[in-house]
């Protein structure tokens, strides 16, 4: 499947080549590079009784989602080793989300053809050159891209979990039992001799930021004393996760019966339902489709609450400290769900109504302070 590309520096990023041939460039570094390398001897290490200076943290992964949730590594990494460099290879979505946090230096890697046919090597080599102390793959899974860039960042010290891509770490951490990704980092890195805490992903937006994001509302919507609802109507199709459109418009229609504003967010492959959800809500509800991350962002956190899909906007808004409830049309909410204190999760075997979204909403919305 051929996709669009994007504007630069937008939220949504459309890549011109079939993913699977990223997956088979990949695959085929992994091969080359075993040829020249041998496996390495497994050690034993306590990582605060070593003398680390240069930190190298790596979660090689295009989804808002997963970047997102590799933010509380920085925060347990800083505590740790508060005099060390700390520096991040991710995805460009990583380098974008990762502004005003406490990173030194963010290296991302494209899956733009032709770039991606170099970026790999690129990145290794710029990599190489900085002799970092310890380079840990922080997905917590087994994680093909970020083992490899681990494994070659030449580290003293390379960490990662067990599993089969754990060819090149000197430290190779069984996997924790705990399984939900707002929880599992702490239990990690616990088990490398860390002292950690639970610490949930923050976004930070600076003060001209948060301006802009309310400006960009208030063209929008008039700011008073009812509170404003934020509703993204995506979700990956692929795997299940996308709420029909025809419940997304009830939703929006009740929601507003029940006197709440409520602007409506797009992405892009929903782009083109605008103009249905135009002719169907009519110009009165606000629809939003924002390129610009940070943009994005800034709008979210001018909401009182948000309501989305499991999917990127979804742990987005959780990290921006907005009131979110997030629906859940598979089981795996005990994976990817945010916690109680910041989300309210729904979830039916039978499917998730209207109704239920509804009753939710005017109980959370009774809870917060209207902009």
Not at 143 to 156: C, I, K, W
Not at 180 to 198: A, C, D, H, S, W
């Amino acid at each position: 499947m051929i996709k669009t590309k994007k504007k630069r520096g937008g939220l949504w990023r459309k890549h011109p080549f079939p993913y699977y041939l990223n997956k088979k460039i990949r695959g085929l570094l992994m091969r080359t590079i075993n040829l020249f390398l041998g496996e390495v001897r497994k050690e034993k290490v306590s990582l605060p009784g070593e003398e680390i200076k240069k930190i190298l943290l790596v979660r090689i992964n295009f989804r808002i989602g997963n970047a997102i949730l590799a933010i509380p590594a920085i925060s347990i990494f800083q505590k740790n080793f508060p005099h060390a460099r700390i520096d991040f290879a991710g995805a460009p979505v990583s380098g974008v989300l990762y502004q005003h946090l406490p990173v030194n230096q963010r290296y991302s890697i494209t899956r733009k053809f032709p770039g991606i046919l170099w970026s790999y090597f690129s990145l290794l080599y710029k990599i190489r050159s900085m002799k970092y102390d310890l380079a840990v793959d922080v997905s917590c899974s087994q994680s093909m891209t970020s083992s490899l860039v681990v494994g070659f960042s030449g580290a003293r010290i390379r960490a990662g979990s067990q599993g089969k891509w754990d060819y090149w770490f000197t430290i190779s951490v069984p996997r924790p039992a705990e399984t939900n990704k707002y929880k599992v980092l702490p239990v990690f890195f616990r088990t490398m001799g860390m002292e950690t805490q639970q610490i949930l992903p923050q976004l930070i937006l600076s003060p001209e930021e948060k301006a802009k994001g309310k400006g960009k509302v208030m063209a929008l919507i008039e700011l008073n004393h009812v509170p404003i609802v934020g509703v993204f109507v995506g979700g990956r199709k692929s795997k299940g996760k996308k709420w029909p459109v025809e419940n997304f418009l009830e939703l929006i229609t009740t929601l507003r019966a029940q006197g709440m504003r409520v602007i409506v967010f797009f992405g892009p492959d929903e782009k083109e339902l605008m103009v249905l959800f135009r002719q169907s809500l009519g110009k009165d509800v606000p629809l939003v489709f924002e390129s610009s991350l940070r943009i994005f962002a800034s709008m979210v956190a001018h909401c009182n609450l948000f309501i989305a899909c499991d999917s990127g906007p979804m742990h987005l808004s959780c990290a921006l400290g907005v009131r979110t409830i997030a629906l859940f049309l598979k089981g795996n909410f005990h994976h990817w769900g945010p916690p109680p204190e910041i989300a309210h999760i729904i979830y039916r075997t039978e499917g998730i109504r209207v109704e239920d979204i509804v009753e939710v909403a005017v109980a959370e919305v009774g809870n917060v302070t209207p902009s």
